[in-house]
């Protein structure tokens, strides 16, 4: 089975401060990681994805995140925030041998002018 | 088409209706996903379709839900005797075949917002 746990459903950070948003997933096999980001009233919109290879990865808008396994962790960081990162967060897990996409509950960003 | 794409946007129906609820994945990609998102929730998976057969639909609630995807692209959510419980954002996915994965990437479409009053 698998899942993921986003802690903190709501963020406020400052602009230009640190993001970082927490998921941590649960899986008895490998797992590809993903973080979306959902506006208002939008669809589900990729941000990042990790499946094999450099644990490391980086996104659109300039967000990163990196896998620990040791940690069954796949936060994502974002070094300055900006007014447009306002929106919806979600992880989700999946694995080489599984077709669903696991969500988590998300985590709501506010920036703070 | 360049994206995913759900109509209806917004569907308003009364408690006991039937509704269906159609989506349009992009061209080429095998795999399709329905997903239900409740306010203040993350998707949840209803159904998955590999080409036109219905390889995993655990995630449906119950017998009034049923999913088809007769030709292997567009595929069609349907929702008999609707009940207030199913107001809800239902979202679909597509995904392209990689190294005879499905499961690297899920494209979204922007949702059905059904509402049951």
């Known amino acids: 089975a698998q899942s993921v746990t986003q802690l903190g459903s709501h963020v406020s950070v400052s602009e230009g401060a640190l993001v970082l948003l927490r998921c941590n997933y649960s899986?008895?096999?490998?797992?590809?990681l993903f973080w979306y980001v959902q506006y208002p009233n939008q669809g589900l919109q990729l941000l990042l994805k990790?499946?094999?290879?450099?644990?490391l990865v980086k996104g659109i808008n300039g967000f990163e995140a990196e896998f620990k396994k040791s940690e069954t962790s796949f936060h994502l960081t974002k070094p300055s925030a900006h007014m447009s990162d306002a929106a919806e967060y979600f992880c989700?897990?999946?694995?080489?041998?599984?077709?669903?996409?696991?969500f988590g509950t998300g985590t709501s960003l506010t920036v703070i002018p | 088409g360049a994206g995913v794409s759900q109509t209806p946007s917004n569907k308003v129906t009364e408690k006991g209706k039937y509704v269906e609820l159609r989506c349009d994945p992009i061209?080429?990609?095998?795999?399709l996903y329905w997903y239900r998102q409740s306010l203040g929730q993350g998707p949840e998976f209803l159904i998955y379709?590999?080409?036109?057969?219905?390889?995993?639909d655990s995630g449906l609630p119950n017998d009034r839900f049923f999913a088809v995807r007769p030709e292997g692209s567009v595929s069609t959510l349907k929702i008999q005797r609707t009940e207030r419980g199913d107001s809800a954002v239902y979202l679909c996915?597509?995904?392209?075949?990689?190294?005879?994965?499905?499961?690297?990437?899920?494209?979204f479409g922007q949702g059905t917002r059904l509402t049951v009053v």
């Open positions: 061209s080429g990609h095998t795999a």
């Open positions: 899986s008895s096999v490998p797992p590809y």
């Open positions: 989700a897990v999946s694995s080489n041998t599984g077709n669903q996409f696991y």
């Open positions: 990790y499946t094999t290879g450099a644990t």
């Open positions: 379709f590999q080409g036109t057969g219905a390889a995993d």
């Open positions: 996915a597509s995904s392209p075949t990689v190294r005879a994965r499905t499961n690297t990437e899920a494209f």
